[in-house]
């Protein structure tokens, strides 16, 4: 899950990272609410941000900066409404505006392979790292913080002396890099980013002026997985900016990806799910998803799978594939039955079913008299049979 700037920002705050004061604004009229405080406590200018889960925002067009209550307001206008990438922007962030003096990339992953959070620094900051990455590599340092000990000082140090980040800010960024591994610990997060981590110049009251690191855009994700130990963070997750696709399939507690295939799947167990996949492609298809019902599926959940993989208009042909164990084959072959009476769209469908009340279920399919529907003796005849009826379906489209 991945969550917006402004809960990010106030993730890394909880950790003790510098960030400088935000404010969120859904309208014109408050995102110049929110700036006034800022421009009077002497800021400059207000940097105005659409809050959407996508990057490169700022060569978007979503990121603006004001010099007047009055321009906050004509921006945030501009902003909010925006179609960025494909998502309309709903809220902006407003914070007084950083004089940048540089810019850096800081981020911690989850690097599975080496089982430890891999930290990376890039002196070539606020870019979407993705293309320094393709590009050049080499300009990207990376430690791997202890598995137990975490990122100890020495190695936050050895990040900055490689990302050439100079003494004068060793001590921020040591606190700023150890931070950032609390914070993916803490919040079980598989990603939390810093682009670009600033220096920034400050002008204090007494006319000197100073530099300090402040953490100017922050991206997190969280793993799913670990959700249930974060009601909190749950709660963020933004309906609006998800595929629609996944919230029902998170809502029915079913598996799904979606692929580029024509052959819809519904399998019970991943491995399973997998493994057709496979078998599928040997025989010259291509899956349209991945699906796994789960273990003892109801059939109000066959029907759910039914009008997801149906939601996909390249599906063909549709694989079922059921291991009989603590699902019962009768149970699903019903609710296939039910659920292709109510669908609108008839696509033509191959079922597998082995195991528990195996007999019954084929004898539900066969009284059912659907003809689209052909049943498959083996795993093997099964797939067969589906990319031969998807390849004719593609030829008569
Ligand atoms: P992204 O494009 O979605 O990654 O959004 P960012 O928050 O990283 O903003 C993009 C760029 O806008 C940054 O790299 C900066 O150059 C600029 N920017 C963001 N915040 C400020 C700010 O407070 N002051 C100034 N001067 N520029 C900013
Ligand atoms: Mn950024």
């Not at 010099?67 to 206008?77: P, Q, R, V």
């Not at 042909?317 to 008839?346: K, M, P, S, Y």
């Not at 469908?349 to 279920?361: K, L, P, S, Y």
């Amino acid at each position: 899950m991945k969550l917006q700037e402004f809960q990010a920002k106030k993730l890394l705050l909880a950790q003790g990272l510098p960030v400088p004061d935000f404010s969120v604004a859904a309208t014109p009229a408050e995102a110049r609410q929110a700036a006034l405080p800022y421009l009077g406590m002497g800021a400059g200018r207000v940097v105005i941000k659409a809050q959407v889960l996508v990057g490169g925002r700022g060569k978007a067009g979503g990121v603006k900066l004001a010099t007047s209550a009055d321009e906050a307001e004509e921006l945030a206008g501009q902003i909010l409404g925006m179609d960025i990438k494909g998502i309309t922007v709903r809220r902006v962030l407003v914070a007084p505006a950083a004089e940048i003096a540089r810019e850096f990339y800081l981020g911690a992953v989850l690097d599975r392979s080496a089982r430890r959070v891999l930290l990376m620094g890039s002196a070539e900051g606020g870019v979407e790292i993705e293309e320094v990455a393709a590009e050049r590599p080499e300009a990207i340092v990376r430690v791997h913080a202890h598995p137990h000990l975490g990122l100890l000082d020495y190695q936050a140090r050895q990040l900055a002396f490689a990302m050439g980040l100079g003494t004068q800010h060793l001590r921020a960024f040591v606190a700023i890099a150890t931070g950032l591994h609390r914070t993916m610990l803490a919040n079980d997060a598989d990603l939390v980013e810093i682009n670009p981590l600033a220096i920034v110049l400050e002008h204090l009251p007494d006319a000197v002026a100073g530099e300090s690191l402040q953490c100017l855009d922050a991206k997190i994700t969280i793993d799913d997985s670990a959700l249930e130990r974060h009601p909190e963070l749950e709660l963020l997750r933004d309906l609006d900016e998800e595929d629609p696709v996944d919230v029902q399939a998170r809502q029915e507690g079913l598996s799904f990806i979606r692929l580029d295939g024509s052959i819809g799947c519904m399998v019970n167990g991943a491995g399973l799910a997998m493994t057709t996949m496979d078998l599928i492609k040997r025989a010259g298809g291509e899956p349209a998803n991945f699906l796994d019902i789960g273990g003892g599926a109801k059939h109000e959940k066959v029907a759910a799978a039914m009008s997801l993989i149906l939601s996909d208009p390249s599906v063909r042909a549709i694989l079922v594939n059921i291991f009989g164990g603590i699902a019962r084959g009768d149970e699903v072959a019903q609710g296939l039955v039910d659920a292709r009476r109510q669908q609108e769209r008839h696509v033509p469908m191959v079922v597998r079913i082995v195991g528990t009340n195996a007999d019954e279920a084929a004898r539900i399919l066969a009284e059912s008299g659907d003809p689209d529907v052909q049943t498959a003796a083996s795993l093997d005849d099964a797939v067969e049979k589906a990319v031969a009826v998807a390849a004719r379906a593609a030829v008569g489209a």
